[in-house]
């Protein structure tokens, strides 16, 4: 996770290094352009009875990419991509309030925790399948994924008949909408996945053995790595967390809606773990940056609204930001157009493709 | 819950996000007759996509007008994709279908695919939507009039402000519909129009943003509109799902909508007119997504060989908050 080895970097440098400091910058500067146009944007107040401010919501409505993006991250260090999360957010969401729904009394603990059961099995299953078509069958993994992708959302919409499911139920109101101790309660959860996540990839061997079947699943394998079961791995619990954003964001409107939830949230992922400095050939990872891309998307988000971008220029608004980021990213245009000077000092220290954390086994393909 | 129709449905929108909507499936039992000899008329409906209670009620509508008339129909799901559509569009004419009927996604991009249909002499219908393209490319539109629908909010808004004993300046957010589609353009064109013309010094659009028809865009932008304009007196959203969201937004930052932020949607769904009836949606104006019955007649005189008006319109009526209750028992979709 450290910089590379530079030789007495002054503070700046060391700084500007940092793999996160980009996406850190990026974030920073969307932040503060929102303060012309909402004065008391960083203001925090208390209204009925928890926090409530732009940064609150930020948080609150990015919830659920953020999680679907460290899921997609350790899928994308495996080398591999998934693209059927949307599709798994709304399965998720469908079958747990359509199981909800059916309950005589939508408030009772124990149906609420068995219908999130019951959705999280789903993503689950939806996970191993993927893992396995990757795998154990060696399909390309954007092919694998594009199929649940694709059906996932007519398995949701069969769940849900097609409707746009409403509940009232006030446990199932918690996870994605409701506060605890003032604050979101998505807030905690986001925590306490991130907080899993980074211990078991940094605390244990596991991260390096993404990384290592990212970086070569042969090689890996030949050194004794089950590179495939890592694999399937992966590809469960990145539907795991999209099952639990789809909590979430079903949740949080307190409906089922099989057509649009989580529509296009596979893209904004794997945006978010781009700009957060993952790689796409995998081999690398940032749990870290992979926060800090999601949260990025969804201040762009919020930005595109308060600052009262037309509505037609949307997306092109929101591009432009996106390739200034990627632009950022790239060592070679930092060179090119800030770096002349700078790149020449400390040219050697800085390979071309910052393939550090990785152990260098590509050579071997 | 798992039927036959539905599986089918869900089944068609998977074959056309997938872009395989070359082959369509046929809603119903399969007959081997070429469409061409046989005498029940053949429709190739394509639909916007089922993003809505108001939408599923309006292909719930066609789908038993259809039935009751004896008609074949080939429905496909567009998923609101426009090349879905249109690919689904092409795949009707591939099998020549007697005539066309679609609600299209976005407004533009039409004239090939109906330049194609019309070299095939296949007429098209459209529904709920309206298109920008050449008038003879089309025979007919069965829909609602958005602008129309646009003004009569505008008009029941200021009913809803007397009502409340607003006095003076009117502040608007606007949550807006999916951009470029014919409602959201049509009905915030509908509203400045009266706007512009009876209220230029009073009320005042402050913001206005899509929140793409769902109630997630709807409660993610009213959020923000809270954050950048503490000061909203009005918000008029587009449809009613929005309007659901952006009640859930209000509450959380700790105000009460229908009192201090008086809400009018439209569309006229049952959850809306449960949210009119708890006091929480000051007014609704219907847009009636049961059209199948005239979208049945229209086809019959076409394929007949029959003239129709340009525009048949759905009839529609507006409700206030005090109607709420009366009307929830009667609401179907």
């Not at chain 1, 090119?336 to 990785?358: H, L, N, S, W, Y």
């Given at each position: 996770?450290?910089t ?9 440098r ?14 920073i ?6 303060v ?27 919830s659920?990419?953020i ?11 495996t ?29 009772a ?28 069958m ?18 949701a ?58 970086g ?27 099952g639990i ?29 781009v ?20 949260l ?6 919020t ?5 009262g ?6 997306l ?15 060592p ?6 800030f770096?002349?000077k700078g ?23 | ?11 068609v ?33 394509s639909?916007v ?34 090349e ?5 569009i ?15 996604v ?9 330049k ?15 298109v ?7 025979v ?27 006095k ?9 519909g ?33 929140g793409?028809?769902t ?5 993610q ?5 809270l ?22 937004a209000?509450?959380?930052a ?8 008086l809400?009018?949607?439209?569309d006229?769904?049952?959850d ?5 009836s ?41 409700f ?6 009366d009307a ?6």
């Amino acid at each position: 996770m450290s910089t590379p080895a530079v030789t007495t970097p002054s503070r700046w440098r060391a700084l500007t290094r940092h793999h996160l400091f980009w996406p850190v910058a990026v974030l920073i500067a969307l932040l503060l352009v929102n303060v012309p146009f909402t004065p008391d944007f960083f203001a925090i107040r208390m209204a009925d009875g928890h926090l409530y401010g732009s940064l609150v919501s930020i948080v609150l409505f990015g919830s659920p990419l953020i999680l679907v993006a460290v899921g997609m991250t350790l899928v994308i260090a495996t080398g591999g991509i998934d693209l059927s999360v949307g599709a798994v957010v709304a399965i998720t969401g469908a079958l747990t309030c359509s199981y909800i729904s059916d309950q005589a009394d939508q408030n009772a603990l124990a149906g609420v925790f068995l219908a999130m059961g019951i959705g999280l099995v789903a993503a689950v299953v939806c996970g191993l399948w993927n893992g396995f078509l990757v795998a154990r069958m060696g399909i390309q993994p954007i092919i694998a994924t594009l199929i649940i992708m694709v059906a996932g959302r007519g398995v949701a919409q069969l769940i849900t008949d097609g409707q746009i499911i409403t509940i009232n139920s006030e446990p199932y109101k918690l996870i994605g909408g409701g506060y605890w101790l003032t604050l979101p309660f998505s807030i905690f959860v986001v925590a306490a996945v991130v907080a899993v996540t980074v211990a078991l990839t940094r605390r244990t061997a596991l991260g390096l053995l993404v990384e290592s079947v990212g970086g070569n699943a042969e090689a890996s394998r030949l050194v004794g790595i089950r590179s495939r079961r890592i694999k399937i791995m992966v590809y469960m619990f990145c539907a795991l967390c999209a099952g639990i954003a789809g909590l979430m964001i079903s949740s949080n409107t307190s409906a089922a809606d099989g057509n649009n939830a989580g529509l296009w949230i596979e893209l904004d992922a794997i945006l978010a773990v781009v700009i957060g400095g993952t790689s796409l050939l995998g081999g690398r990872f940032s749990i870290g940056g992979t926060v800090i891309g999601a949260l990025v998307i969804q201040t762009l988000t919020t930005t595109i609204y308060t600052i009262g971008v037309p509505t037609q220029t949307n997306l092109v608004f929101k591009a432009a930001v996106v390739i200034v980021v990627c632009l950022l990213q790239s060592p070679k245009f930092r060179a090119k157009v800030f770096g002349a000077k700078g790149a020449r000092t400390t040219a050697p220290a800085e390979p071309a493709t910052p393939a550090d954390a990785a152990p260098k086994m590509e050579v071997s393909r | 819950m798992l039927n036959r129709r539905n599986f089918l449905t869900a089944a068609v929108g998977v074959a056309a996000t997938a872009g395989l909507a070359a082959c369509a499936k046929e809603d119903g039992s399969s007959s081997n007759t070429s469409s061409g000899g046989s005498k029940t008329i053949t429709l190739g409906f394509s639909q916007v996509g089922s993003e809505s209670g108001w939408r599923t009620a309006n292909t719930d509508s066609v789908k038993s007008a259809a039935k009751e008339a004896g008609y074949k129909l080939q429905f496909s799901d567009a998923q609101q994709k426009q090349e879905n559509q249109i690919s689904a569009i092409r795949s009707f004419i591939a099998q020549k279908v007697d005539v066309i009927a679609f609600s299209p996604v976005v407004v533009t991009g039409w004239d090939a695919v109906l330049k194609e249909a019309q070299s095939a002499k296949i007429p098209v219908v459209l529904t709920d939507r309206s298109v920008e393209s050449d008038e003879s490319l089309f025979v007919a539109l069965v829909g609602s009039d958005f602008t129309d629908e646009g003004r009569r909010a505008a008009k029941i808004l200021e009913k809803v402000l007397q009502k409340a004993g607003h006095k003076g300046k009117v502040k608007i957010a606007q949550l807006e519909g999916t951009t470029g589609a014919a409602p959201a353009i049509e009905r915030a064109k509908g509203f400045k129009e009266v706007m512009d013309a009876e209220h230029k010094d009073d009320w005042e659009i402050v913001v206005s943003q899509t929140g793409d028809f769902t109630r997630a865009g709807g409660k993610q932008v009213m959020a923000a509109f809270l954050q950048s304009n503490p000061d909203i007196d009005v918000l008029f959203a587009h449809n009613d799902d929005m309007g659901l969201g952006a009640i859930q937004a209000i509450e959380a930052a700790g105000k009460k909508p229908g009192k201090d932020i008086l809400i009018v949607t439209v569309d006229g769904v049952k959850d809306g007119f449960i949210a009119m009836s708890e006091g929480k949606i000051n007014a609704i104006v219907e847009c009636n997504p049961l059209l199948g019955p005239q979208l049945m007649e229209v086809v019959k005189t076409v394929h007949e060989g029959g003239k129709v008006e340009r525009w048949i319109k759905t009839k529609e009526s507006d409700f206030m908050q005090d109607q709420a209750k009366d009307a929830l028992p009667t609401r179907k979709y």
